[in-house]
């Protein structure tokens, strides 16, 4: 079964640092960009990062530049998502996504062909 599994989530003060992982079952990241999208209640759903699919070229939303770095082991078919300096409004349901390709985008979450189920990071005092 073809499955992306997120982990890492949990409460943390802010300021604090969390690193997420995303590892792949049933199939290979190695031809997959590789996107972290988050959702808070009531919200919709936004893009985070994104890394291509070698690893060669990221993207992030300006909310996290500078705080939040992605990056990918492909021979551990596994992304994570370092998560510094976290603020409250970093509350949210963390999702990892893969798109079948070179490219990634942060945009349009309809690219994306697999999903995990998510992971909450919490960022409370």
């Known amino acids: 079964q073809l499955q992306l599994v997120e982990s890492g989530g949990g409460l943390v003060q802010p300021g604090g640092s969390l690193r997420l992982s995303c590892a792949a079952y049933?199939?290979?990241?190695?031809?997959?960009?590789i996107g972290w999208f988050r959702q808070a209640p009531g919200k919709e759903r936004e893009g985070v990062s994104c890394i291509t699919s070698s690893g060669s070229d990221t993207n992030y939303a300006d909310s996290v530049k500078g705080r939040f770095t992605i990056s990918r082991d492909n021979a551990k078919n596994t992304v994570y998502l370092q998560m510094n300096s976290l603020k409250p409004e970093d509350t949210a349901v963390y999702y990892c996504a893969a798109d079948y390709g070179h490219y990634c985008n942060i945009i349009s979450i309809w690219d994306y062909d697999y999903w995990g189920q998510g992971t909450q990071v919490t960022v409370s005092s």
């Open positions: 049933g199939f290979s990241l190695d031809d997959y960009a």
